[in-house]
C-alpha cells in the first residue's frame, strides 16, 4: 500500500475560534482526513510568547480541543493533541534555534507587528517563535502544511531552515510545502473587512466565534460595514465588506456569486445581511451544541489529546532521535 501524505498544522489557544477560522482552515481539514495521515495540534507553547491569563489559557486549549472536535475533525481519523504535551518540539525548536539566523528571524512579519503591538514584551520567545513552528513542523516530516497567508513566511523560513541542516547533514528532514486554500481562505473582520478576521483580539467587534448566541450572530450581520452603493455584487476591490458577506454566504448555502447576485437584485442591503446571519446562525449551531456537550465532558477530552500526544510523540521522537545523533550528541 502507498503510504499516505502527511500534513500538519498548528492553532495557537490565545483566542476563541471563529468563523473564519472554521471556513479558511478547519473545513477544508476535516475534508482531508481520508486522503492524509493529519496531525493537528493546540500551539500552547506559541500562546505564551504573548501574556496570557493561566486559567483562560487552559480553558482554552480544551475548548479547542472540542471545537477542532464538534467541527468534524475525527479524533480516530486525525491525531489531535496539545503542543506542550511533546515535550520534542521545544527539543527540536531549541536545536533550530542555532540553525536560524538572526537576520531571518529578525525580518519576519508577524514578529515586527507583534513587537510593535506589544512593545513592553518584546521577549525572546516572540522572537525566535519561527524556530519553534519550524520545529513543530519538521518533526513529522510532512508533506503538506495548510496555513494561512500570514503565516507562509513562517513555512518558507521553515523550507529554509530545513534545507541549512540537511545541506550540513545529509537528508535529515523533509522540506515541506505550504498548503493555501483557494476558496474561503481569508474571511474579514465583519467591522472592518480590510482586516482579516480575528480570534487574538478579543475587541475585533467584527468577529463571529464558533461558541456566539443566534442573537449575537444576528447583531452582528446586521451591523456589518458595507458600502452606500446597495447592490449585491462581488467586487472584492471596491465592495470589501459585501464581497466579504458574499464569500461567507457562498460558504454557508454552496450558492455561486452569480446565484446570490440573481437571489438578491434588486433588493437593498437589509434583506441580504440577514439572510447572510441566518445562514451562519444554522451552519454554526451543530458546532456550537456539539462543543458544548464535549467541553462539559473533560474526561473524554483528556482521553483525546493523551492519545493523541502519544501517537504524535512516536514519531517526534523518531526525528528527535536522528537530529541529535547527527549533530553529535551522546546517546543516553
Ligand atoms: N504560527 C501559527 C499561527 O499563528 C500557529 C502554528 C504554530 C503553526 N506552529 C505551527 C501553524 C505549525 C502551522 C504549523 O497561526
Redesign the pocket.
Known amino acids: 500500500m502507498e503510504e499516505k501524505k502527511v500534513m500538519?498544522?498548528?492553532?495557537?489557544p490565545s483566542g476563541d475560534l471563529t468563523l473564519g477560522s472554521y471556513l479558511g482552515a478547519i473545513k477544508h481539514w476535516k475534508e482531508r482526513a481520508d486522503e492524509f495521515d493529519c496531525y493537528y495540534f493546540m500551539?500552547d507553547l506559541?500562546a505564551i510568547t504573548v501574556r496570557q491569563n493561566p486559567a483562560d489559557l487552559r480553558r482554552r486549549t480544551l475548548e479547542q480541543l472540542a471545537q477542532y472536535i464538534a467541527c468534524g475533525l475525527d479524533p480516530e481519523k486525525n491525531t489531535l493533541f496539545i503542543?506542550s504535551h511533546v515535550h520534542e518540539h521545544a527539543e527540536l525548536g531549541w536545536v533550530l534555534n542555532c540553525y536560524a539566523m538572526f537576520g531571518e528571524l529578525s525580518r519576519m512579519t508577524?514578529f515586527k507587528d507583534k513587537s510593535a503591538k506589544n512593545a513592553d514584551n518584546i521577549n525572546g520567545g516572540l522572537f525566535t517563535?519561527p524556530s519553534?513552528?519550524a520545529a513543530?513542523?519538521l518533526l513529522y516530516q510532512p508533506d503538506y502544511?495548510p496555513?494561512?497567508e500570514?503565516?507562509k513566511q513562517?513555512?518558507e523560513l521553515t523550507r529554509d531552515i530545513a534545507n541549512r541542516f540537511n545541506h550540513i547533514y545529509g537528508d535529515v528532514f523533509k522540506v515541506p510545502e505550504p498548503y493555501i486554500p483557494k476558496v474561503g481562505a481569508r474571511i474579514m473582520s465583519l467591522a472592518n473587512p480590510e482586516a482579516k478576521m480575528s480570534k487574538s483580539e478579543n475587541d475585533d467587534p467584527g468577529r463571529v466565534t464558533l461558541m456566539d448566541k443566534p442573537e449575537d450572530i444576528m447583531r452582528l450581520f446586521k451591523r456589518a460595514i458595507t458600502d452606500c452603493d446597495a447592490c449585491v455584487r462581488y467586487d472584492p476591490e471596491n465592495k470589501k465588506g459585501i464581497s466579504n458577506l458574499m464569500t461567507i454566504y457562498s460558504c454557508a448555502t454552496g450558492r455561486t456569486f452569480a446565484q446570490i447576485e440573481t437571489e438578491f437584485a434588486g433588493q437593498g442591503y437589509g434583506s441580504f445581511k440577514t439572510a447572510v446571519g441566518e445562514s451562519v446562525v444554522e451552519l454554526l449551531r451543530p458546532i456550537r451544541e456539539e462543543a458544548t456537550r464535549l467541553i462539559a465532558d473533560k474526561a473524554y477530552l483528556q482521553d483525546v489529546c493523551r492519545a493523541g500526544a502519544q501517537k504524535a510523540e512516536y514519531i517526534a521522537q523518531k526525528t528527535l532521535r536522528k537530529v541529535y545523533k547527527k549533530v553529535g550528541f551522546v546517546a543516553k
Not at 8 to 12: A, F, H
Open positions: 500538519l498544522s498548528g492553532i495557537k500551539a506559541h503542543q508577524q517563535y519553534l513552528m513543530d513542523i502544511v496555513v494561512g500570514d503565516q513562517h513555512v
